[in-house]
């Protein structure tokens, strides 16, 4: 009678077996690894619509600084992704215009800021700007709130059409453009 041979099953399934504990080793010490980053230092952001154009165009992959606002100050002229107010599921990116506890007055596309250090106002630089808007408004900002514009204003649902944007709805400022990859840049829509 032929002895049939059931070592070398066994070492296949021991190797097999091997593999598969070193890949959930791996997987746990990477989720480990990668869940705290993304859920509170850094988060992948697709740039959706063309109201940040031509700082931002339609697709581009962004990562998103969340954890520089937890840290520090907030500025005037960041780029920063939020949740949006009316639906918090929608995430939108904007740049900030008024701190708070600032009066913002929009007269035709010129925008000026007053606030305790500047009570007579100074006027809002705004070359990243590329067509003329026609906005006439004054809006005020609470002690937690910012005032928030697209650049591409004639095309951007912002802060002029929804309000102040608190605090506690913030995500991050945009930290790093990867796609395009011809237009890779740290820091994207910083005011030189």
């Known amino acids: ?12 399934w021991q190797k097999i077996k091997e593999n598969v504990i070193e890949f959930l080793k791996f997987a746990f010490i990477a989720v480990i690894i990668v869940l ?8 992948p952001f697709i740039v959706s619509g063309l109201s940040m154009f031509p700082t931002f165009n339609d697709g581009e992959y962004l990562i998103i600084d969340e954890l520089s606002y937890n840290l520090g100050s907030i500025n005037r002229n960041d780029v ?4 949006y107010p009316n639906d918090k599921k929608k995430y939108f990116i904007k740049r900030i215009i008024g701190l708070p506890n600032e009066t913002i007055i929009i007269n035709n596309g010129e925008v000026t800021i007053k606030n305790k250090e500047f009570p007579e ?19 005020t900002t609470g002690p937690d709130d910012y005032f928030v514009m697209g650049d591409n204003r004639n095309y951007s649902s912002d802060s002029r059409a ?13 930290f790093l453009r990867l796609l395009p990859l011809n237009n890779i840049s740290y820091l994207p829509g910083k005011i030189k």
């Open 162 to 174: 929804w309000g102040t944007l608190n605090k506690k709805f913030l995500v991050g400022r945009a």
């Open 80 to 83: 920063v992704v939020f949740h």
């Open 1 to 12: 009678m032929e002895e049939k041979n059931y070592e070398g099953k066994n070492t296949l």
């Open 36 to 43: 705290p980053i993304r859920m509170f230092i850094a988060q």
């Open 121 to 139: 106002g100074f006027k809002l630089e705004q070359n990243y700007i590329k067509e003329k808007f026609s906005t006439t408004s004054t809006y």
